[in-house]
Each structure stands twice: as C-alpha cells, then as structure tokens.
C-alpha cells in the first residue's frame, strides 16, 4: 500500500527527533534551532524603525515583577528603555537571552532601561529563567492580567513571541524586532540610534 512507507518513515523521523532532544538540556531551544516549530510562536524576525514624525503616544504601563516589586514607566521615564516580550517555554527566547543581556550590560549606566514581559508564566517560573539564562533585568509577570501588552496594542501589534521594542526618551515605539534577535548588534545599533536622538 502506498499510505505505509511515508506514515512509517514520518514514525521514524518523529522517534529520533524525541531521542535527539532528550540528549539536550535545553531542548526548546534546540528545538527551535532543528526548526521543528514547538514552543514558540512563529515570525520572520522583521525589524521595523519608526521615524520620529511617525511615532505614536508614549505608552504607559505598569505591573509587579518577578520578584514581587512594582514596575511602571514613570519609572523609567526619560530614558530609552528595551521591552521584551517572551515566555520561558519559548525556544527563540532561551536562544537570545544572552544577547539581551549582553545589550543591558553594554548600556549600563547610559540612560537606558531593560524590562520584559512575561506573558505566560508564573513568578517563580520567570525567575528560575532568569538564574538559569544570567538576566539581570526585571520582568513584569502579565499571564494574570495582560495589563502591559495590552498597554502596547495601541501603538504596535504583538503578534509573536519574542518580540523586543525599543522606546524612545519620550516613552513611544522608535523600533520593533519581531522574532528572536539575530545577535547583537541590530538592537545595540537601534538603542544607540535612539540614545542619540535624546542627546
């Protein structure tokens, strides 16, 4: 029968992908990586800069982070500020993690804030993220209310996770990455740009 030999191969690929990821210890993100499409929702990695005369209302928004503390954009207010949106159970956010991280440490100290937002898990789970990936940055927990993304839909869609934008001084969307960033250096270049507007 015709059916048999592509169900059984389909059967044998399936089998030796599970085998595969058991021999990883962080198999979302290996996962990702082989292109087996689990755990993450699926987008082109577009960047999209918005002019200065293009650029919406700042936006404002508020929630409880990780560790119990409250964050609000007041409390950032002035500064170019990075809002990453991701999940744990996410592959293409366990891959650039470090990335992330690596642009915080570089403008440290410069006028520039970090936050993400957590838009599925619970505290404790966003915090062992975070010890296991090296975040230092805060993240705001938003399964319960989604009060943070939802402060967003006016001026940018959130299609997918991750998504990373970059703020401007005045608190409107100057930047959009929309899947996982591809190292470095385009949000390093995005937040310098932005940076260099204020100054």
Do not use: H
Not at 3 to 11: E, K, M, S, T, V
Not at 48 to 76: K, N
Not at 77 to 88: E, L, P, Q, R, S
Not at 164 to 193: E, F, N, P
């Amino acid at each position: 029968m015709p059916g048999i030999r592509p169900l059984a191969a389909a059967g044998l690929a399936a089998t030796l992908a599970l085998a595969l990821v058991g021999c990883t210890d962080d198999s979302l993100a290996e996962q990702y990586r082989a292109g087996d499409n689990k755990g993450y929702i699926t987008a082109d990695g577009r960047v999209q800069e918005i002019p200065d005369a293009e650029r919406g209302e700042p936006v404002e928004f508020a929630g409880v982070t990780e560790t119990g503390e409250r964050f609000s954009s007041a409390d950032v207010a002035g500064d170019v500020v990075v809002v990453n949106f991701w999940y744990a159970a996410c592959g293409p956010c366990r891959v650039e993690a470090e990335d992330l991280e690596s642009v915080w440490q570089e403008y440290q100290g410069q006028n520039v804030s970090f936050v993400g937002v957590n838009t599925l898990d619970q505290a404790d789970t966003a915090q062992a993220f975070a010890e296991t990936y090296g975040i230092t940055y805060p993240s705001i927990i938003d399964v319960n209310e989604g009060s943070a993304k939802l402060a967003f839909a006016g001026a940018t869609p959130i299609n997918a996770t991750p998504t990373t934008l970059v703020l401007d001084a005045t608190g409107r969307v100057a930047a959009r990455i929309v899947g996982q960033l591809d190292g470095v250096s385009t949000l390093s270049t995005l937040v310098g740009d932005a940076l260099a507007e204020s100054s």
